[in-house]
């Protein structure tokens, strides 16, 4: 973890004319375009053999150098957390995450993170950007449970990542939407960024919204609140539950996008104090197909729904079947 990193990227038929900067911050989620820009001041990218400039258009087959330098990581240190690991070999780990658990270091969550168990559990880690996200290539909220992919090696890290940015990692959610949809399935295509007055919370009346495409389907009607399944075409920040937001369908306990505030137009008080109950946003990764990075076999895995989802439904359940009832 104490040595610089070098990858190496090829411009792809879909990416030429993008700025060096843009390019490489979508090949790599963790790298942000000012991290980019400085790493280009430092001479640290290059343009096959030549150096390189932060505005300069790529071209079709070219290739983009880039080093990255050593991991900080004085500041994030081990710890023996409890990590829900379901699949591992010499390149990866497949993780149920539990409800609750931040993922990366941040401000205000310097420990107890998924980071940190990782890197008790794999001591040989790397990290990316000269921040300590080891083998971190996509997030989930805190409050969001289910299955995550950990890379354990620079190579696998690129080949997840690859993946992730060429749309074919497939990714399935579970959710407790409120209300009852019209349809039994469909799709929401609304771009997604960040809202133009609160910088925390995304929005799809964002000035420079990036595409975003949701397919949901229906899996069970409780009236009131409806169970889906949903795949993401394009994993923007919060898309699943900004884009049920957007339909009036916020997700059941989400704070930041309205399934708080829904749950007061609920009249039966057995249910209202239910969902109350749920003390975070009803949403679970479920499914993850992808191809392993070094072998390419096809992997495939599945969590069920966690123990708080389960006892809502079964709530719901009840009480629908009770307004049944002649």
């Not at 794999?122 to 000269?130: A, H, M, T, Y």
């Amino acid at each position: 973890m104490n040595q610089s990193q070098h990858r190496e990227y090829s411009v792809g038929s879909d990416e030429k004319g993008l700025r060096l900067d843009l390019f490489l911050s979508r090949r790599d989620p963790f790298l942000s375009r000012s991290q980019v820009q400085k790493l280009i001041e430092k001479g640290a990218v290059r343009v096959g053999d030549h150096p390189a400039k932060a505005g300069q258009r790529l071209r079709e087959g070219e290739t983009v150098h880039c080093e990255i330098p050593p991991v900080a990581d004085y500041h994030v240190l081990p710890e023996d957390i409890p990590l829900p690991v379901i699949y591992e070999d010499e390149s990866i780990l497949v993780v149920d995450k539990p409800t609750g658990m931040v993922v990366h270091p941040a401000a205000g969550h310097h420990q107890g993170t998924m980071v940190n168990a990782i890197l008790f559990h794999c001591r040989d880690l790397s990290g990316i950007g000269g921040v300590l996200r080891p083998g971190i290539v996509h997030r989930l909220d805190k409050d969001t449970s289910g299955l995550m992919i950990v890379a354990k090696s620079d190579r696998a890290h690129q080949g997840l990542t690859d993946q992730f940015r060429k749309r074919q990692i497939q990714k399935t959610y579970q959710a407790l939407a409120y209300g009852n949809m019209k349809a039994d399935q469909g799709f929401i295509d609304l771009p997604v960024g960040r809202h133009p007055v609160d910088r925390k919370r995304m929005s799809t009346s964002s000035r420079r919204g990036k595409e975003a495409i949701t397919h949901w389907r229906v899996c069970e009607r409780y009236g009131e609140v409806t169970l889906l399944h949903l795949n993401i075409e394009t994993g923007r920040t919060h898309q699943i539950r900004v884009h049920l937001n957007a339909i009036g369908h916020p997700v059941v306990g989400d704070s930041v996008y309205g399934g708080t505030k829904r749950v007061h137009t609920i009249v039966d008080p057995v249910l209202r104090s239910a969902l109350k109950g749920l003390k975070r946003q009803a949403l679970h990764a479920a499914h993850l197909c992808f191809n392993h990075p070094i072998t390419g076999n096809l992997m495939t895995f599945s969590s069920s729904l966690p123990e708080d989802m389960v006892s809502v439904c079964e709530v719901l359940r009840c009480s629908a079947s009770l307004r049944e009832v002649p």
